[in-house]
């Protein structure tokens, strides 16, 4: 299994942006499929983005046009450009990673970020 680990969080005002990272460790990270979630306090923790080996992405329809996944195969790292932060994106954010989409929940998991949304 892959290690991951994920930095960025932090506390940013409303309307703000932060940028999420989740390093990978191994040499296949390439032919993983990455995703991010996030668990608000009180919720279920729900995916928030997806990228596939060949860099397709998808996202929840909450974040749409305000959150943005990418990699790089060559850092073995994803990133997740959050912006236009609003108070109910406070939440842990996990990076995760498995061979496919379908597997991505049971896959490997970093110990998550806190990123909290207040003014």
């Known amino acids: 299994q892959v290690q991951l680990v994920e930095s960025g969080g932090g506390l940013v005002q409303p309307g703000g942006s932060l940028r999420l990272s989740c390093a990978a460790s191994?040499?296949?990270?390439?032919?993983?499929?990455m995703g991010w979630y996030r668990q608000a306090p009180g919720k279920q923790r729900e995916l928030v983005a997806t990228?596939?080996?060949?860099?397709?992405?998808n996202y929840a329809d909450s974040v749409k046009g305000q959150f943005t996944i990418s990699r790089d195969n060559a850092k073995n790292t994803m990133y997740l450009q959050m912006n236009s932060l609003k108070p109910e994106d406070t939440a842990v954010y996990y990076c995760?990673?498995?061979?496919?989409?379908?597997?991505?929940?049971?896959?490997?998991w970093g110990q998550g970020t806190q990123v909290t949304v207040s003014s």
């Open positions: 995760a990673a498995s061979s496919t989409i379908a597997t991505l929940r049971s896959g490997s």
């Open positions: 191994g040499s296949i990270f390439r032919f993983y499929v």
């Open positions: 990228i596939t080996s060949g860099g397709r992405t």
